[in-house]
DNA sequence: TTGTAAGCGTTATCAT
DNA sequence: ATGATAACGCTTACAA
């Protein structure tokens, strides 16, 4: 395979402006610029990546830890966030580097070792290290989610109080009263501020939180399954569920479905949606009323922020909140009486 | 950051020493090793993986092209055999670099660039121009499936000819006649073997394939649903179904709830099972029939083969092949009298 | 056992 | 507009 100096030879030219010709510099003769080009394409020549790098101190990736312990190898979240963001930055000639650990430590390394430009840091805790590590480090990075407190890190992250206050809110006008949450664990901050969202609406009605209607748990269809069945043996069982994700969802149907309950009729319920291509909640038997992001967007645009962060934009121009709406179908109805 | 210069210095000795220190040579004085990790440590020195890369002429890291047109991005058996993937890889201090795009060309160039010592192949097709292209460059490369005449590249695929004939075969014992299979898109490899493990056990009971219960389709539960309706709305509705997914599985089972047929009763179902942690088929409704071979195995064998591959293993020798396991559960039963 | 020095294939600086 | 030449940070003959 052809170098850069294979290619420089033949033409005759300087190692040098055969660089610049391929690099689109300005001050270089449109003819010699085209001689190149086709050489180039004649020799079948390949810029090595590694040399590119080593010269230029950029890698031209950004990576992805994947926290073995948190599932997220196995969740069908993570397979769409992943689309939106590898496509993004296929499209601007980057690639995405993944490594498998569960060691704070290893996005230390990971940042060190000039793989990538930059990361994502996926399934914030509400206290996360992570976040203290790269900031200290000064390492671009971008949060998918956010951590408790003020934000001084560049984030992307849906309205997750605010969702879970509309649906909420939804439900009581619509008369329930007990209203059960099926959420994800404790420790992701994405579940506490749900959870914030549904208490601060409970409470504008006066009413207080009874534990045992909350749940956390991993988001899965057995563990959808189970809390259902747990909260459909109460002597008081609840009139409406709010789930965290679909793919819970989808247990706490199958669950329902077992105790001839319908959905939508004899309980309410509203899922979170994150727009997962592979699990439509318009496709559930009762369709779900949702409040829906889709996850794939936030890859796409974390992609952009990353590339936005590295060319020097303030980590102030980079927070933003997307707001999840609430959409409305069969699974909810008012209360029985 | 300290690089080896730094660290020689410091250290009083040359950087070709405290390399080899680092890299576990024979010949280096074991007090010296000491001594170089113990700055090493010291003075946080983290080797530049791109010089090293460009000195050593590997990339450390394998890659997977995502076709973005095949929805793999979307695919949740994707995120499973990336999980084992890249947790096998991880484990040796190797990385998976992620590009998406839909032309084979990629391939050639990705190969070129250094980025990667080799590559994954997934969904491969039943002609694959991809295979050609990586097989004249030899670039090491693993296919996860086969494409379809004698294999002369290094593949871990599961039997799926067999899988789906001894499912065909236990429901013909079961005594169905009428059996309909909902297959991947017809220009998938494995299902063409399907399809061949299907017709076999058929033939062997001298019965031919009738085209009206063959659909080929994205594996979805969407096309599960729809093509179960279409199904159910024949004159003479199958007794049983073959399904290539769980996904689209799902979609079945939607579609028979509403046309009142209670699987394992008045319709028998094998799907396929590969095994996925968000989706497991003994948490149906109706506990799934399956022929099972688990995804995210695939990911882990062929991380393993790729790495044999690399460092001179035989071709020949990294052609495996795993057949499924029949696992009977509540989905099936004799077919109606 | 350690040191010297020549690469690895680019890009970047400074001349011209 | 182009050419020399020095980085970039590491590995690896070859010497000592």
Redesign the pocket.
Known sequence: MA???DLAQHL??????V?????DY????A??KKKVLEAANLLN????SS??R????KAGAFGLVLPVTDNLLTDPHFVDFLGGFTEALAAEDLDVVLTASDNPQTYKRYAESGKVDGLVLSNPKIDDIRVQILSEMQFPFVVHGRTSGPAQYAFYDIDNHGAFLTATRHLLDLGHRRIALLNGTTDAMFARSRFEGYRDALAAHDIKVDSALVFNAQMTEEQGYTHTRILCAHDQRPTAILCSSALMTLGVSRRLREEKLQMGRDISVISHDDGLSSLKTENFSVPLSVTRAPIREAGTEIAGMLISRINGTAISDLQHVRKAELILRASTSTAPV
């Open positions: 170098n850069l100096k005759g030219l300087s190692q040098a402006t660089s610049r010709a391929l690099n300005p001050t270089i003769n003819e010699t020549y390949r810029p090595n040399a590119r080593l010269a230029t101190g």
